[in-house]
């Protein structure tokens, strides 16, 4: 037996190549490269674009490099499996997506990805084999922003939504179809979906994308659940009118409504208290002119809890001031749900095992609830799924200068290789000559 094995045996024999990790990130955030103030460099590469199919077609090369077996479903997800030495054995899967917001980073997502193709390469090289098969997945328009929900590849592969109308949603931004624009940037892939039979279990490393791990000095966050997500649509439709002519009486001002429900959504946090959060992030009023009354007014509401209950609370609560101070000013109001997803918790045993893995790396850790939704949640609905979260710098995501301190990005790494090589079984007497091999 391998002594640092014998000596501990969850700090793995396979080491990762930071170095390597680190190069290919910095590859990928060449692609759909945006600019900001002070230096800053992030990504734009929102779903199904053409920066997103370049994006791909990096990673997909750099799997096929290593000669993995790849995968795309119909969906747009891909697969890259290394084979373990029972062929009967399911897969532990490593994932995370590389689609990002507008305004995104180069860490979102991308980490768990590259770490996942990491953690194989390190395997390879390293000559020792795994009794399960691992896979690394990326999955298609994570992040939203092109074509809601949110974490829709993941979704479907898990069931929660039929493939036909996942492929029958069209862009928020210029309305083109999924399943068209899967088939124009190459990724409309035959493989079923949902997955016709569920991996052993899911782990995926992420950015927190928040300050906790930061503030409190730790390196690894083992995250114990995800909290709930609800969005609404309102669209507020009052009556278009002169500003300078017509009286204060006679009007119907939707503007007026969506400022009330922008403030009151604070308010709202306030009395829940506990971990309620609520932003109003898309607001539009229409037609926007200096000397107009608003005919429209079309704004979301994200609302975000780690209880059910409280949440669905905070959107009755909503709904029902919204309605109050709508017909106050004579306006209508047509709600739309763009997202809603039930707080999800993760499986204990692996938890466990992310946090032993960190001890046994040296590295300190701590449990937290994520504030953000990740592919894991879906995944966690047909199989024991787990994350490990890296500190962010200043708590920031979703922007161009997030970032994440390279030690921290190779702790992160090693310590979701040993929970892999643990959950897939590494063989200590199963070494091969790996320079012989066809790569
Ligand atoms: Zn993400």
């Known amino acids: 037996?391998?002594?640092?094995?014998?000596?501990?045996?969850?700090?793995s024999p396979v080491r990762i190549d930071a170095d390597r990790l680190w190069a290919r990130l910095d590859d990928l955030a060449q692609i759909g490269a945006v600019d900001g103030v002070g230096g800053a460099r992030g990504n734009c590469r929102l779903a199904l674009t053409d920066a997103d199919r370049e994006g791909r077609d990096l990673v997909v090369g750099w799997m096929r490099d290593l000669g993995l077996e790849v995968i795309v479903d119909v969906i747009g997800n891909v697969f890259a499996t290394l084979p373990g030495t029972d062929p009967t054995a399911p897969a532990v899967m490593i994932?995370?997506?590389?689609?990002?917001v507008r305004t995104g980073g180069?860490?979102?997502?991308?980490?768990?990805?590259?770490?996942?193709?990491?953690?194989?390469?390190?395997?390879?090289?390293?000559?020792?084999?795994?009794?399960?098969?691992?896979?690394?997945?990326?999955?298609?328009?994570?992040?939203?922003?092109?074509?809601?929900?949110?974490m829709l590849g993941s979704l479907v592969y898990v069931g929660g939504m039929a493939v036909e109308r996942a492929?029958?949603?069209?862009?928020?931004?210029?309305?083109?179809?999924?399943?068209?624009?899967?088939?124009?940037?190459?990724?409309?892939g035959s493989a079923p979906c949902p997955a016709p039979a569920p991996p052993k279990c899911f782990l995926e490393l992420h950015i927190e994308q928040g300050p906790i791990l930061e503030d409190a000095g730790i390196t690894i966050g083992v995250v114990e659940g995800v909290q709930g997500i609800s969005w609404t649509e309102f669209t507020l439709t009052g009556r278009s009118a002169h500003a300078g002519t017509t009286p204060i009486a006679a009007r119907?001002?939707?503007?007026?409504?969506?400022?009330?429900?922008?403030?009151?959504?604070?308010?709202?946090?306030?009395?829940?208290?506990?971990s309620q959060v609520a932003?109003?992030?898309?607001?539009?009023?229409?037609?926007?002119?200096?000397?107009?009354?608003?005919?429209q007014v079309i704004f979301t509401v994200d609302l975000r809890n780690t209880d059910d209950l409280v949440l669905i609370e905070a959107e009755r609560r909503l709904l029902e001031f919204v309605e109050q101070v709508a017909q106050a000013e004579s306006v209508s109001v047509q709600t739309r749900v763009l997202s809603r997803f039930a707080p999800v918790d993760f499986d204990h045993g692996l938890a466990e095992l992310i946090e032993r893995c960190a001890r046994s790396e040296g590295a300190s850790s701590l449990r937290l609830p994520s504030g953000a939704g990740h592919d894991a949640?879906?995944?966690?609905?047909?199989?024991?799924?787990?994350?490990?979260?890296v500190p962010s710098v200043g708590g920031l995501s979703h922007n161009?200068?997030?970032?994440?301190?390279?030690?921290?990005?190779?702790?992160?790494?090693?310590?979701l290789a040993d929970a892999v090589l643990a959950s897939a079984v590494l063989l200590s007497g199963e070494r091969v000559n790996r320079s012989t091999d066809s790569r």
């Open 95 to 100: 994932g995370s997506h590389i689609d990002t």
């Open 279 to 295: 932003t109003v992030g898309r607001f539009e009023p229409h037609p926007n002119l200096v000397n107009v009354v608003a005919s």
């Open 1 to 11: 037996m391998n002594p640092l094995l014998a000596h501990d045996p969850l700090r």
């Open 400 to 415: 161009l200068a997030e970032y994440t301190d390279p030690g921290d990005v190779a702790v992160g790494a090693q310590v």
């Open 167 to 188: 492929l029958d949603i069209c862009a928020v931004d210029d309305g083109a179809r999924l399943g068209d624009e899967l088939a124009r940037i190459g990724y409309a």
């Open 377 to 389: 949640q879906m995944l966690a609905r047909i199989c024991p799924s787990a994350m490990v979260f």
């Open 252 to 274: 119907r001002d939707p503007l007026l409504v969506a400022a009330q429900v922008v403030a009151e959504v604070r308010m709202l946090c306030r009395d829940l208290g506990g």
């Open 106 to 150: 180069r860490f979102d997502g991308n980490l768990g990805v590259l770490a996942g193709l990491e953690i194989i390469e390190a395997l390879i090289d390293s000559g020792y084999r795994t009794e399960h098969p691992i896979t690394v997945a990326f999955f298609t328009d994570e992040e939203g922003s092109r074509f809601a929900p949110d």
